[in-house]
Nanobody, 124 residues
């Protein structure tokens, strides 16, 4: 199984980015996919998660209403649309495959395969 993120970059506060997570080596629509982020000196925290069918989504409080997760199972790709970006959103963003439903969608312990990450920097 492999996950590859793309779409990161440098954006000004208030701007937008769309991250993509391309899955291969497994049937992606059998799994929920989550997005996590990690900034220097902080642990990796859950940002959002989408169920295998795309019918249910979850968000961390600080991104609710600004970020939107979606998926296109025909393309084996999950997206994270990020609007109204703030400097505190600066981090490396990772996508991961959720294989457990034990610790919560926001816990890295529920996930097995991870992408390499993509840097998002929000700065003027």
């Amino acid at each position: 199984a492999q996950l590859v993120e793309s779409g990161g970059g440098l954006v000004q506060p208030g701007g937008s980015l769309r991250l993509s997570c391309a899955a291969s080596g497994f049937t992606s629509d059998d799994y929920a996919i989550g997005w996590f982020r990690q900034s220097p000196g902080k642990g990796r925290g859950g940002v959002s998660c989408i169920t295998s069918s795309g019918g249910s989504t979850s968000y961390e409080d600080s991104v609710e209403g600004r970020f939107t997760i979606s998926r296109d199972n025909a393309k084996n790709t999950v997206y994270l649309q990020m609007n109204s970006l703030k400097p505190e959103d600066t981090a490396v963003y990772f996508c991961a495959r959720r294989y457990l439903r034990r610790w919560g969608w926001y816990s890295a312990l529920d996930y097995d395969y991870w992408g390499q990450g993509t840097q998002v920097t929000v700065s003027s």
